[in-house]
């Protein structure tokens, strides 16, 4: 049975790599290490742990996941991971949680010009040019609902009142067919739905057991982008 591992390294020679854009959500600093930032957090591990497990297939076409640098205006600023080497193109949007979708807009464009050039939608008049296709884009981003470190994944669907997930629909023109990753956070107590208390929680600084909670779930979102996101995709595509 071929590996994990196997499977995301040793891709085609003749596959478009980059296949996926995941961008994550969270807050600038001084909230970059908070429960909000769970998706940034949640990312770089994942960077990390690409970097060190392509160094096992460095026979193979993909090359090690480069380390984050900051973008320039084409990728709206943000801080990217992204090699036509590497199947995954890593992406930390740069604003607040609130404002998210205008900058994850423009980056998922950039992408797609610089890697998958026909499926733009060259004819929008929309002032973010919404591709015609959201199948290579995947959200991932905090989830008050799940306990920490559990992970979902979903193709569409609403916002579920997460702000930043709607700030993306919006700027995708009420677009929800893009793939997302929640994950889990916990409440500051069972079931607490006061905004007050919410809000403190998720904005207070993490532990080290905190932090490690988040970044172990590395194996289990490999798991879902290669059997849910990657399968999907060679069916759509």
Known sequence: MTSLSER?????????LPALFLASLGNPPPHSQTYHSAGHIALRALQKDLASSSLEYKETRSAPQPAFVRAGKTYANGLLSQSA??????????TAMNIS??????????FLREFHPDELNLSSTNKYMTPPSLSRLVVVHDDLDKKPGQLTIRK???ARGHNGLKSIVGAMSGDQTFWKIGVGIGRPRSDSRDSAQVSRYVLSKLDEQQMNTLESSVDSMLQLLTDNVLRRLEVEL
Do not use: D, N, T
């Open 101 to 110: 979708g205008p900058a994850v807009a423009i980056a998922y464009r950039s």
């Open 156 to 158: 569409g669907g609403s």
């Open 8 to 16: 995301i390294y040793r891709a085609e020679p003749s596959s478009k």
């Open 85 to 94: 080497e590497c199947l995954f193109a890593l992406y930390q949007c740069p």
